[in-house]
C-alpha cells in the first residue's frame, strides 16, 4: 500500500502540472466569459452564454462525443489507424445534427428569441467542431500532457480575449456567440491536423471501433442531456437571470472540482491494463471529501470579497457543489476503470449512464417544481447526487458482471 501510494504521487506530481492547466482551462474560460457577459450586459445575459453551451451539449450527441475514448484504449493498446475512421463516422453522424439544429433556430427564431441564429451557426459548425477534438485523446494515449496544456491556453485564453473585445466594442452577445463557435472550430482543426495518427490508414478492425463508439456514445448521450438538464429546467420555468445566477454559482464549485483533473486524465492510458486499488480509492474519497467541505466553508471569503454582492445569493449553491469533491473524483475514476479496463464491456458504463441520468432528471424536475425558494440549492445538489450513483452503481455493477482483476493503479 505505502509503495503504490508513493508511485502514485511521484507519477501524478511530474504529469499534475500539466493535465491541472489543461483541465482548468476550459471550466476557467466559460466561468470568466458568463462574468465579463455579465457585468457588461446584465446576468440575462451570462444566462444566455450558459444557455447556448448546453444547446451545443446537446447537439454534440449527435458527434458520439464518446468515441474519444475508443481512441484511447486502442492507440494505447498499440494499434494503428484508429482515428481517421472514428473521425469521419463521427462527421457523418453530425450531419444529422445539423438537421436537429435548424430545426432548434427555426422554433427560436418563430418565438422571436435572439439566440436562434448562434444556434443555426453552431449547428452548421458541428462537423467541424465536436469529432475534430480528438487530438486531446490522442495526446493523452500519447502522455503527451503538456501538449495538451499548451493547446487549451491558447485556445481557451483566445476566447476570453474575445469576450473581453466583444463587450468593450460593443458586439451583441448573438455574433459573439457565432464567434465564439468559429473560434472553436478553428482550433480544433488545426490541432488534429498537427497529429500524423489523424492521416493513418484506416485500421482492418475499423468496424470494430466503430461499433464500440456508437454503443458507447449511445449510453453516452444520457449523460450529456443530464448535464443540460438543470439549465433547461431553470431557464424555462425561472427565466435568463435565474440561470446566470445559478451558472456562476455552480460554475465557482465545478471550477474547484476541476483541481482533481490531474488524478483524472494522467490515468486513462494506465486504466488500460490496471484497475485501481479499493483501498486507495476510500482513502481519497474520506480525504477529498474533507477537503470539499472545508473549501465550501471558505468559498464564502470569495463571494464576500471578490465577486460582487449582487452574486452572494450563488455562495450556497458554489458551496454544495464543492462538498461533493470526493464523490466526484473517486466516482469518475470508477467510471474510467470500468469503460478503458482491457477486461470490461461497454455495457457496464452503458447501464449507469442510462440509469444516473434517469434518477437525477426526475430528481431535477421534482427539485423545480416542489423545491420553492430552495429550487436551485436542490438544483445544485444533483451534481454529488449524480457523482454518487455514478459511483455506487458502477462498483456494483463491476462485481456483478466479474469485471474484478486485482491489480494496481500504478507500479
Not at 456508437?214 to 431557464?235: C, V
Request: hydrophobic share 55%; charged share 10%.
Amino acid at each position: 500500500m505505502r509503495a503504490q501510494a508513493q508511485s502514485l504521487v511521484k507519477y501524478t506530481l511530474f504529469n499534475a502540472p500539466w493535465t491541472l492547466i489543461a483541465s482548468l482551462s476550459s471550466g476557467l474560460s466559460n466561468y470568466i466569459i458568463i462574468l465579463v457577459l455579465s457585468g457588461a450586459f446584465g446576468l440575462a445575459a451570462g444566462g444566455q452564454f450558459r444557455l447556448f453551451l448546453s444547446i451545443m451539449g446537446v447537439l454534440s450527441i449527435f458527434t458520439l462525443t464518446d468515441t474519444g475514448k475508443i481512441v484511447v484504449k486502442y492507440l494505447v493498446l498499440g494499434d494503428a489507424g484508429v482515428v481517421r475512421p472514428l473521425l469521419f463516422n463521427r462527421m457523418r453522424w453530425a450531419l444529422a445534427g445539423i438537421v436537429a439544429g435548424a430545426v432548434w433556430a427555426a422554433i427560436f427564431y418563430d418565438r422571436g428569441n435572439e439566440l436562434w441564429l448562434p444556434v443555426l451557426a453552431g449547428a452548421l459548425l458541428l462537423p467541424l467542431t465536436y469529432p475534430t477534438d480528438m487530438y486531446a485523446q490522442i495526446n493523452q494515449a500519447r502522455k503527451q500532457f503538456s501538449l495538451n496544456a499548451l493547446y487549451s491556453v491558447t485556445k481557451y485564453g483566445t476566447l476570453v480575449v474575445l469576450a473581453l473585445v466583444a463587450t468593450r466594442v460593443g458586439m451583441s452577445v448573438a455574433v459573439f456567440l457565432i464567434a465564439y463557435s468559429i473560434a472553436i472550430a478553428s482550433y480544433h482543426i488545426f490541432y488534429l491536423t498537427r497529429h500524423p495518427e489523424t492521416f493513418e490508414q484506416a485500421n482492418p478492425n475499423a468496424r470494430t471501433y466503430i461499433r464500440e463508439g456508437i454503443q458507447l456514445s449511445g449510453s453516452g448521450l444520457f449523460p450529456l442531456l443530464m448535464e443540460s438538464a438543470d439549465k433547461f429546467l431553470i431557464s424555462y420555468f425561472f427565466g435568463l437571470e435565474a440561470l446566470g445566477l445559478y451558472a456562476i454559482g455552480v460554475s465557482t464549485g465545478r471550477l474547484f472540482l476541476h483541481l482533481v483533473k490531474p488524478t483524472l486524465a494522467i490515468y486513462f492510458p494506465i486504466l488500460v491494463t490496471r484497475r485501481p486499488d479499493a483501498r486507495l480509492l476510500l482513502v481519497s474519497l474520506i480525504v477529498l471529501t474533507g477537503i470539499g467541505i472545508v473549501a465550501a466553508l471558505l468559498m464564502e471569503w470569495y463571494f464576500t470579497y471578490v465577486l460582487a454582492a449582487k452574486y452572494m445569493d450563488a455562495y450556497p449553491l458554489a458551496a454544495v457543489v464543492v462538498a461533493g469533491l470526493g464523490v466526484y473524483a473517486v466516482g469518475v475514476i470508477i467510471q474510467y476503470s470500468s469503460i478503458y479496463y482491457k477486461h470490461s464491456t461497454v455495457i457496464i458504463p452503458a447501464i449507469v449512464n442510462v440509469t444516473t441520468a434517469i434518477l437525477v432528471v426526475s430528481y431535477l424536475f421534482v427539485s423545480v417544481l416542489q423545491g420553492g425558494e430552495y429550487a436551485l440549492l436542490l438544483c445544485a445538489a444533483s451534481y454529488p447526487l449524480r457523482d454518487f450513483l455514478i459511483m455506487t452503481t458502477t462498483t456494483l455493477l463491476s462485481k456483478r458482471v466479474g469485471v474484478h482483476e486485482k491489480t494496481d493503479l500504478v507500479h
